[in-house]
């Protein structure tokens, strides 16, 4: 049986990865990790919890031997927009908590890391549509930039000390569950919490910018496939492209319209839209598809049902 650690569980994605984990693998066999200890009606109050910084490595490690941890999923980030307000605590969370990660990962025998990448490793210099997988990496943000250092970085763990590390690229995911933290495809998930409270929403892009997004399942579905694969079986280690859908700003806020008529959509474009507009629009994901079987459920109509429907139910008497 696997004995599972999950760093940054209290995140985006962590704190919905985390419970499928507990599911699959018995939730005493699953040990969630964030910063801050989880309410008493969280879902990661339910099994093992250790505070950690990410940047301490002897916690790390005390927590690794302590739970006998097999299995890593290294979750814990700083976004995009948060990185830009505060670079070096970007860098220092992203790359040195990773190194952390891989070298107790190297030295406790742990079998298997995930560690995300993100589209953010994409720059003004990739093809938009699409994005290739092997494509130039200059990103113009401090997030893409230790995602790029993150990818070399697991890479080099798999050659030079035989450690099982792997990673996709992320597009922006969207959640009915957690509230946007950072990121710039984030008006993707605050738009329809504002749609359903106050009926209106300012977007901070435009309305004909157009991004690579994923539901939150498919993002879970994702990761699990790439984590249950044959080894023998993938041509890549830690940047794998992964698709979802791509559509406009304008494109979601008519979606959401059609469950919320009243709903009124403003523009008003921010430093992000820089940020986005460095970014690809579609994404070639082709080693995901053969080497994996990577296929995703959601499109960009049935998503928007989805997320309505579940955020009515917390939402509306």
């Known amino acids: 049986m696997e004995r599972i650690l999950v760093t940054g569980a209290a995140g985006q994605i962590g704190s919905e990865l985390t419970p499928v984990l507990r599911e699959r693998n018995g939730t005493g066999n699953v040990v969630a990790s964030d910063l801050r200890a989880p309410a008493g009606e969280s879902p990661l109050a339910d099994g093992p919890f250790e505070l950690l910084d990410v940047r301490d490595p002897e916690r790390i490690a005390a927590i690794v031997r302590s739970h006998r941890v097999t299995t890593v999923y290294h979750m814990a980030a700083i976004l995009s927009a948060t990185g830009e307000s505060n670079p070096q605590l970007a860098w220092d969370v992203n790359i040195a908590g990773l190194v952390n990660i891989l070298e107790v990962a190297r030295s406790a025998g742990v079998k298997r890391v995930f560690c995300p990448s993100s589209i953010a490793v994409f720059g003004p210099e990739t093809p938009r549509t699409p994005a290739p997988q092997l494509a130039v990496l200059r990103p113009s943000t401090m997030y893409g930039l230790t995602k790029v250092t993150g990818e070399l970085l697991g890479d080099y763990y798999v050659q030079r000390f035989g450690v099982d590390v792997r990673g996709l690229r992320y597009p922006g995911i969207i ?142 008497p």
């Open 175 to 316: 959640s009915s569950e957690t509230p946007p933290g950072g990121g710039t495809t984030d008006y993707a998930v605050d738009i329809f919490y504002q749609a359903l409270r106050v009926g209106r929403y300012a977007c901070f892009v435009r309305s004909d910018t157009v991004l690579p997004m994923m539901y939150m399942p498919d993002c879970i579905r994702a990761t699990l496939a790439l984590m249950d694969a044959d080894a023998a079986r993938l041509t890549r280690h830690c940047d794998y492209n992964v698709a979802g859908l791509s559509f406009s700003a304008g494109q979601l806020a008519a979606e959401i319209a059609k469950h919320v008529p009243e709903f009124a959509c403003s523009y008003v474009p921010d430093f992000r839209q820089a940020i986005a507009d460095s970014w690809p629009q579609t994404i070639d994901d082709a080693p995901a598809r053969a080497d994996w079987n990577w296929q995703p459920s959601f499109d960009l109509a049935s998503m928007t049902t989805d997320m309505i429907r579940r955020l009515r139910l917390r939402f509306v």
